[in-house]
């Protein structure tokens, strides 16, 4: 029964055995393959269905151009292009349920854009030589992308390279029959939060907006989770967001690799969205645990989570500047804002008397907030810690408001 179709996307005219070997194990599995080349210089063994010509020529050039440009890195570039405008538009169409990419790092660079042209949901891996690699920047991986090293197989079939093929195949059709799509039927909520012993809003906030007839969404702000509001969030996915941990912003400003880009708070506004936001562990940046602290940190308090994130503590002037980046993203906003200041404490360990305390340095960054923030947006200044039950009452009051008033859909 062939129930489920998988795009299988490579360099036919160097890695033809190899992606035919992942056709054969996908069919004998029940799937139905459809196959994509993005070669540049020679041709499959046999005709795929989408050639090299019709992906050049998706991204708006040729093979032609592609070959002039005497450079292989341009030329991959070129493909790139097209191919992610080409399997966006076959996504778009129904042609296929899920898509596995194979590539050294040249395919792998290629199969990073194809990927990201997906949206959420799709069943998408990537077999590489080079998976898992700090080659790799995690702003260019999708938010639900999966990766297999391709061992033992920069050249010809082995079977140590089987091994990850196999798999690869065998993973990407069970994932394309098992998937639930993302239900559209109710109007979703994007929250941002961290791990319940330091912020605990959401345990409240979410039955009650369940409660309202929404679905709730809550990210993981450590980087690739908030890549993965950020995409959403400018697909206008969000019928309202709760951006309540923004430690983000601080991690990009100080060039933690603990990124979630340079985009960070902005496409809710962008796309209109109604946001309530608040600068949760906004005194925080991210660090990798495993590796020692950069020099510029060597005078500051840090507070290791575990073994693979440690978080430095910023000072007072540090902390201003998170707070005008704050009102520097949210300038922006086409949509309704509105910023909650809770004064008793911004996450669990910055309650009165424990470790990581400061009260001058929350009553800084609130007075910086105070000085900057756009007319556009509207503080809110909330008598209580973050964590309490009164920061998550005000919160729904605005929402309710604008439910009220017809900003918010649903």
């Known amino acids: 029964m062939t129930d489920r179709t998988i795009l299988v996307v490579g360099t036919y005219d160097t890695k033809d055995d190899e992606l035919t070997y992942l056709r054969e194990v996908i069919e004998a599995q029940g799937g139905r393959v459809l196959r994509m080349d993005v070669s540049v210089l020679g041709d499959p063994s046999t005709p795929v269905e989408y050639s090299k010509h019709q992906v050049a020529e998706a991204g708006g050039s040729s093979i032609e151009a592609?070959?002039?440009?005497?450079?292989e890195n341009r030329a991959m570039q070129i493909m790139a292009r097209g191919g992610a405008t080409l399997v966006a538009q076959l996504h778009a169409d129904g042609v296929f349920d899920g898509m596995v990419v194979l590539g050294g790092?040249?395919?792998?660079?290629?199969?990073?854009?194809?990927?990201?042209?997906?949206?959420?949901?799709?069943?998408?891996?990537?077999?590489?030589?080079?998976?898992?690699?700090?080659?790799?920047?995690?702003?260019?991986?999708?938010?639900?992308?999966?990766?297999?090293?391709?061992?033992?197989?920069?050249?010809?079939l082995n079977s140590i390279c089987k091994a990850s093929l196999s798999q690869a195949a065998g993973?990407?059709?069970?994932?394309?029959?098992?998937?639930?799509?993302?239900?559209?039927?109710?109007?979703?909520?994007?929250?941002?939060?961290?791990?319940?012993?330091?912020?605990?809003?959401?345990?409240?906030?979410?039955?009650e907006l369940e409660a309202r007839g929404y679905e709730v969404a809550v990210f993981h702000a450590t980087g690739m989770g908030g890549r993965a509001f950020e995409s959403l969030a400018a697909q206008g996915a969000f019928a309202c967001v709760f951006d309540f941990a923004t430690q983000e912003i601080g991690n990009h400003l100080h060039g933690s690799a603990i990124s979630a880009g340079g985009d960070r708070m902005t496409n809710a506004g962008a796309s209109g969205t109604p946001q309530i936001v608040a600068p949760a562990c906004h005194d925080l940046v991210d660090m990798i645990g495993w590796q020692p602290l950069p020099d510029k940190w060597a005078e500051h308090p840090s507070h290791a989570h575990n073994r693979l994130l440690t978080s430095v503590v910023l000072d007072h002037a540090e902390r201003r500047a998170v707070a005008r980046a704050h009102c520097e993203k949210l300038a922006g906003a086409k949509g309704p804002t509105a910023l909650l200041l809770p004064l008793g404490g911004v996450h669990e360990l910055d309650r009165p008397g424990l470790d990581l305390h400061d009260s001058e340095g929350l009553a800084g960054f609130f007075e910086?907030?105070?000085?900057?923030?756009?007319?556009?947006?509207?503080?809110?200044?909330?008598?209580?810690?973050?964590?309490?039950?009164?920061?998550?009452?005000?919160?729904?009051a605005i929402f309710d408001a604008w439910r009220e008033d017809g900003v918010i859909k649903g």
């Open 171 to 207: 993973a990407v059709l069970g994932a394309a029959r098992a998937v639930e799509r993302p239900d559209r039927s109710k109007p979703l909520i994007g929250m941002t939060s961290f791990g319940k012993s330091f912020l605990k809003y959401m345990v409240t906030l979410k039955p």
């Open 105 to 156: 790092t040249m395919g792998t660079d290629l199969a990073l854009d194809l990927c990201a042209a997906l949206p959420i949901g799709v069943p998408k891996y990537i077999v590489s030589t080079v998976s898992f690699s700090p080659l790799l920047p995690p702003e260019r991986i999708a938010a639900d992308v999966q990766m297999i090293l391709w061992a033992g197989g920069l050249y010809g």
């Open 66 to 71: 592609a070959i002039a440009s005497g450079d």
């Open 368 to 396: 910086e907030i105070r000085a900057c923030a756009p007319d556009t947006v509207a503080l809110h200044e909330v008598d209580a810690h973050i964590n309490d039950p009164d920061f998550a009452a005000t919160a729904l």
